[in-house]
């Protein structure tokens, strides 16, 4: 049984403790979420540290809030999968966030996962998630600190997966998030947060935490996402789409969005894609099936998860192609 080194855990209580908590360790720590992902990673060594911040106790930090007046949504980052899911304000405005969150893990994981953990989560490889002892039967690889990558020989940069399920919606839906910091917040789109670089997938400094996600004009958008994976429960995305547009009567895409998910270092967006659809109908086949030959084009996925590349590359255009299907039935989850 993997165990974890000694740690030492600081619980502050608010923002200020946080933020003195952050300054006083400066480096060599990490932040906790719900700890579903980080713990593992821990026990296997992946993280070299004995120091977390734990951001559990930190109320500012917790809560979905949706005033109708701005149709504005925000949900704090320490949020977790399963209040997620039960929010009344996501289900009467975006019911795809839930569902999405339904794709994650399995509900005792969901209960203790948190929504901004999952938007921080790190890349995945199968030559990365392991052991200690199983990692030494190959050379340091760029995410261990070496110079090779492992899954991919002679590739010159960490090809690690990005696989968190929310973020590639929450792109589609056009989400902003708020970065905290002891200098103060600051908000950007969450596209801009991925760095596509699977030894470092975000923009976050040591010194910065994720504080929440808000979303406009939420209730006048149509969005789904669909993910591919081997089993229907805790399984990790192996090839994910998702699709946002404005619903209007006509069942056009009207601005629609798409984001690859589980297919490179970070979500994708693909505007090659959007440009097909945008103004077509939903049932017009030809167009379809164009966008899906864009997605297909556009997905490079490489042997770091299991199933096969062509495989995943294939079902990013039939994951679309399931969806359209389901818009034209009227049957969408
Ligand atoms: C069996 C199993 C199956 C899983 N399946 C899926 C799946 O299908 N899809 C999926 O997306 N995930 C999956 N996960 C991963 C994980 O459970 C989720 O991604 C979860 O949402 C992570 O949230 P957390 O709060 O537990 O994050 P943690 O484990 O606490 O943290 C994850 C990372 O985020 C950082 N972090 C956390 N909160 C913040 C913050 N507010 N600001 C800055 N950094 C922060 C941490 O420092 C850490 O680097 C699975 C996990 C397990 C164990």
């Not at 947060?193 to 406009?216: A, V």
Request: hydrophobic letters at 40%; one cysteine or more; glycine letters at 6%.
């Amino acid at each position: 049984m993997l165990k974890l080194p000694p740690l030492t855990i600081l619980r502050p209580q608010n923002r200020d403790e946080l933020i003195s908590g952050i300054a006083d360790r400066q480096s060599g720590f990490k932040l906790l979420g719900g700890g579903t992902d980080l713990i593992n990673g821990m026990k296997k060594r992946l993280y070299p540290t004995a120091s977390l911040i734990s951001l559990k106790r930190i109320r500012e930090l917790k809560g979905i809030t949706y005033d109708s007046s701005r149709d504005h949504l925000t949900i704090g980052a320490m949020t977790t999968l399963s209040e997620l899911i039960a929010a009344p304000a996501i289900a009467k405005t975006q019911a795809a966030i839930a569902d999405a969150a339904k794709t994650i893990a399995a509900p005792p994981i969901r209960n203790q996962a948190t929504v901004g953990g999952n938007l921080c989560l790190d890349t995945r490889c199968y030559f990365f998630n392991q052991s200690r002892s199983w990692r030494k039967l190959a050379p340091d690889c760029f995410k261990c600190g070496g110079q090779v990558c492992n899954a991919v020989p002679g590739a010159k940069e960490c090809r690690a997966v990005f696989s968190a399920d929310l973020p590639p919606l929450l792109i589609a839906l056009n989400a902003q998030i708020t970065i905290d910091s002891a200098t103060g917040e600051k908000t950007i789109p969450l596209i801009d947060f991925y760095t596509g670089d699977g030894t470092k997938p975000n923009i976050l400094h040591e010194n910065e935490y994720l504080s929440r996600i808000s979303i406009d004009n939420l209730s006048a958008k149509k969005s789904l996402y669909r993910k591919f994976r081997l089993r229907k429960a805790l399984d990790f995305p192996l090839a994910g789409v998702a699709l946002a547009f404005e619903s209007n009567p006509e069942g056009t895409f009207t601005n629609p969005q798409i984001i690859l998910n589980a297919v490179a270092s970070g979500p994708i967006a693909i505007p090659e894609a959007a440009t097909i659809l945008a103004g077509k109908s939903f049932n017009d086949e030809e167009v379809v099936q164009n966008a899906a030959a864009a997605l297909n084009a556009a997905a490079k996925p490489v042997a770091n998860v299991g199933s096969k590349p062509f495989y995943r590359k294939k079902m990013v255009g039939l994951l679309f192609k399931k969806m359209v299907a389901e818009l034209v039935a009227g049957q969408e989850a």
